[in-house]
């Protein structure tokens, strides 16, 4: 990008990072270091942003960036354009269609000068938005001018690297980070849960609440696709995005779709749907005698089952519907007659409560309703799929922290497992497709007990109709029964015996020279290249796992997921040390084989040591010292922040290293054991209480 293109361009540390293909601290540490670095032209004190012109003619000077990355410089030009970044991504998207529908039109309108291209670029951008989007397509406004030129020509030379699809998704993706608090995004993972559920086969597909098209975008074998938001903007990002992904037609609109229904004609084989929650302005008053309300008029604080009736109203007959719902649905008395009616006409068929962390608000166990659209003289079904894919997941957390890991010397202020992760979602995800397949063919399904079963209708409609699955889905006991509890006593008495056989000598006084030894500090390795730093961000391309700050604290593996970005990540390797920098407990972990190749999520420093100058072990035992630790913290109103460049090393040779390195590691050793005892122990107690108390064990 030249000079004078990214004059008004600014730059986060964040993306200075990215620019020199460094870690954040890095450039924390160039701003202390060096007078010269460019002076913060705007942002917070606390999150400051930069001229970028400044900044690359900075890193030139300094040799730290031969040449800006390409997908760099359209991300800047899109984060500088005038009109702000969507309006941006919005043109880029346009052009980036043009150039994967219409290829040789596209290279003949690049051959001209910019002022040209303009001229000629309206005309054939009308013919792709209106062959692909339909007339009233939310971008029929959308004409860039000769100074939007730049861009497109640059997003172009990205999709001529990447594909146009790529392209658009990279830019996209950028915005959507830099912008977390602006939208309410739906995970990958839980989008395609719902496709499945809905079903193979889907032509047609319907999301009116669309946001940025994430839940149609999992449904590229669908010849048309509609989308509605009440948000202009996002109609228009979700129409560009989905007319990337695939080669269907793409209808949207750019609406409220309970007050002014864009597709009231239109019957589709899928509603897929992720509602805003707990709204009471969803228009009450002015809907009273709509003709959606066919199994009841939904009271003002139920915005969710005007949603639900909205999707029903729009299928087909023998359609499907999966909304995304908060579990308050499945039990307001509010609802109650609503609920009844869905279940005594076939219309609702299961309700799946999702583990905690499935998606946002994060801390709350949604719910997935799946719907059909009954037809007038179909039977309805006598019983509905219940699912309470939380406890399976608590379980599997449960199992997967059980083993414990020599890798670990993590402190004890440690966390579970996130039940949201990759591999814990991805295992919930197969449960409830193969829970739901099974019902949807016979219309049973085999008992899981306390996680699912196929309830009588008749059983649910009493004076609450409360559909929550866990009410219906009682917990087995935590032991497991008697001979269950047996295995948990003997595991536990092998493991007491192993805590008994690890349990460190007596500590052994250090002569008083040992307070003399000379100290150099993690900033000092890093700068003479016995280490590297690396700022864990929990995001990158591909399936990697990520390594939470949970799973270091707990000594458990990784159970994050995986943010979508082009960059490449830094994967966990044997011998790396990760450090929590937040929170002020003092906890390291090495990495083993069992743990490599894992995306060090963020609030983690990774630290990757030359073995020829430092063991890792003595590395990770040095720097869980109380007093290291705080004299490397500084202490904010609600947090402690470590800086881990400022925490210290003894310089001892490499023997006495290894030799204060296996001390380490059999400290770490010893802990873990501590901790699977610890575990053991509370579910043999908690079993005991639970067989005790529902007669599944006797008292003698």
């Not at 596209?106 to 001229?119: C, G, N, P």
Request: charged share 20%.
């Amino acid at each position: 990008m030249s000079e004078q293109s990214a004059a008004g361009a600014e730059v986060t540390a964040a993306e200075v990072a990215r620019l020199a293909g460094v870690g954040r601290a890095a450039v924390s540490n160039w701003r202390r270091r060096h007078a010269d670095f460019p002076k913060p032209v705007g942002g917070t004190e606390t999150s400051p942003s930069f001229a970028l012109a400044e900044v690359e003619r900075w890193l030139r000077a300094q040799g730290k960036l031969a040449e800006v990355p390409l997908r760099e410089r359209v991300w800047q030009q899109v984060a500088a354009h005038p009109g702000g970044p969507v309006t941006a991504l919005v043109k880029a998207g346009c052009a980036l269609l043009v150039v994967r529908d219409r290829p040789a039109d596209w290279l003949e309108l690049t051959a001209v000068s910019d002022e040209r291209m303009a001229v000629l670029l309206r005309p054939v951008l009308d013919q792709v938005l209106g062959a692909r989007l339909g007339p009233g397509h939310p971008l029929e406004s959308v004409r860039p001018g000769r100074t939007a030129m730049p861009l497109l020509r640059a997003a172009a030379e990205l999709a001529a690297e990447v594909g146009a699809r790529k392209a658009f998704e990279f830019l996209l993706g950028r915005h959507l980070d830099a912008n977390p608090r602006q939208y309410t995004l739906t995970p990958d993972g839980l989008a395609r849960l719902m496709a499945a559920l809905a079903g193979p086969g889907v032509r047609t597909a319907l999301d009116p609440a669309c946001g940025t098209g994430t839940l149609l975008r999992v449904l590229p074998g669908a010849t048309v696709l509609h989308a509605q938001d009440s948000s202009p903007e996002l109609a228009a990002l979700t129409a560009l995005r989905l007319a990337l992904n695939g080669s269907g037609q793409v209808r949207a609109a750019a609406a409220d779709s309970l007050r002014a229904d864009a597709f009231a004609e239109d019957a589709v084989d899928a509603v897929l749907c992720h509602p805003p929650f707990n709204e009471r302005n969803w228009g009450h008053e002015e809907l009273a005698y709509d003709p959606r309300w066919e199994y009841g008029f939904p009271a003002r604080t139920e915005s969710e089952l005007a949603w639900v009736q909205h999707a029903l109203a729009r299928l087909r007959e023998g359609g499907t519907a999966v909304l995304l719902m908060p579990p308050a649905v499945a039990a307001r008395r509010s609802g109650r007659r609503i609920r009844a009616d869905l279940l005594r006409r076939g219309a609702l068929r299961a309700v799946i409560a999702l583990p905690a962390g499935s998606a946002p608000p994060y801390g709350i166990p949604l719910h997935l309703w799946v719907l059909r659209r009954p037809a007038p003289q179909a039977v309805p079904p006598q019983a509905v799929l219940l699912v309470n894919s939380a406890a399976s997941a608590a379980g599997a957390a449960g199992a997967a922290g059980s083993g414990g890991s020599a890798s670990a010397a993590a402190g004890t202020h440690g966390a579970p497992a996130s039940a949201g992760g990759t591999g814990q979602f991805a295992a919930v995800a197969g449960e409830v497709e193969a829970a739901w397949a099974a019902y949807d063919r016979t219309g049973s399904v085999e008992e899981v007990e306390g996680v699912s079963r196929v309830v009588p209708v008749i059983e649910l409609l009493d004076d609450d109709v409360d559909l929550t699955p866990a009410r219906h889905l009682p917990p087995p006991a935590a032991g497991g029964g008697p001979a269950a509890l047996g295995a948990v006593r003997e595991r536990l008495d092998e493991t007491l015996s192993r805590v008994a056989r690890l349990t460190p000598p007596a500590a052994v006084p250090a002569p008083g020279a040992a307070a003399l030894l000379s100290l150099t500090t993690i900033g000092e390795l890093a700068r003479a290249g016995a280490l590297v730093l690396h700022t864990g961000t929990g995001s990158g391309a591909g399936t990697a796992p990520v390594l939470t700050e949970q799973d270091v604290y707990a000594g458990t593996g990784p159970s994050g997921t995986l943010a979508a970005t082009a960059d490449a990540p830094v994967l966990t390797a044997p011998g790396d040390v990760l450090v929590p920098v937040v929170g002020g407990a003092t906890v390291a972990r090495v990495i083993d084989e069992a743990t490599a190749g894992a995306v060090p999520g963020r609030g983690l420093q990774l630290l990757r040591p030359d073995p020829a100058a430092l063991d890792p072990w003595f590395l990770a035992g040095f720097l869980r010292g109380t007093a290291n630790n705080r004299r490397a913290s500084s202490h904010a109103s609600t947090a402690t922040r470590l800086d881990v460049r400022r925490l210290q090393l003894p310089r001892l040779p490499p023997a006495e290293q290894q030799r204060y390195g296996a001390r380490f590691r059999a400290l770490a050793e010893f802990e873990d054991a501590l901790r699977l005892a610890g575990r053991l122990g509370e579910q043999l107690v908690q079993g005991l209480y639970d067989g005790l108390s529902d007669g599944t064990v006797t008292p003698d």
